[in-house]
């Protein structure tokens, strides 16, 4: 039996139509388009409805950026050696189901909330597993290598290879796996400097 009541219930259901309603103007538009104007006439509701919701715009987006976060579904920062090398092809397909959504979290306004949601637990992740695989090697050789590693499994180098240099999907994976396995021989070797 639950204990929620009906009243939470539906709040919880309309906060979870603003949200969609966000999301869905992020796919269709911009950041710039996600108004609480806009996300209430999407969401056939109005504008104050919203304020009900999320105090300001700063807790708006970082509910956006919540929703986001989940709709992206990204995997969880690795713990093995074999599931960090396995990172780019999980993230980078993720990245590309939800292109727009990706394109759009990386926007200056949202790219901090996603950062603090997901690439810090993954850097710290990818640290403990150099430390273990390279524990002879300095600090700042390890911090470096972690940096290296880490600027391949974001969403923004994904978009780099994509957008930039026109890979196609597999090139953009293959091109990431590759950094991250010379890191990884290089750290392990001693070469990293």
Partial sequence: MSTT??????????RQVILAAAL????RGSLADLTVRAVAKRANLAER???????????????????????LHLPAPPTSMAQ??????????????????????????LFHRMRAMHARPRTTAVRK???????????????????????YLQASTWHYYRFYFDFSL???????????RDA????KAGLAK
């Fill in 184 to 187: 990884l021989v290089g750290l």
């Fill in 49 to 71: 409805t919203v304020f009900r919701y999320f105090a300001d715009r700063e807790e708006f987006l970082d509910g956006v950026a919540a929703a986001l976060s989940e709709r």
């Fill in 129 to 151: 597993l150099l430390d273990e695989l390279a524990p002879r090697r300095t600090e700042r050789e390890r911090r470096i290598a972690t940096a290296n590693i880490r600027h």
């Fill in 170 to 180: 597999e090139d953009t994976i293959a091109a990431a796996e590759t950094a991250i």
């Fill in 5 to 14: 009541t009906l009243a939470e219930r539906q709040a919880d259901f309309t």
């Fill in 84 to 109: 960090l090398l396995a990172a780019p092809r999980a993230l980078y397909e993720r990245f590309e189901d939800e292109s727009s959504l990706t394109r759009a979290a990386l926007h200056t306004d």
């Fill in 24 to 27: 869905d103007t992020l796919e």
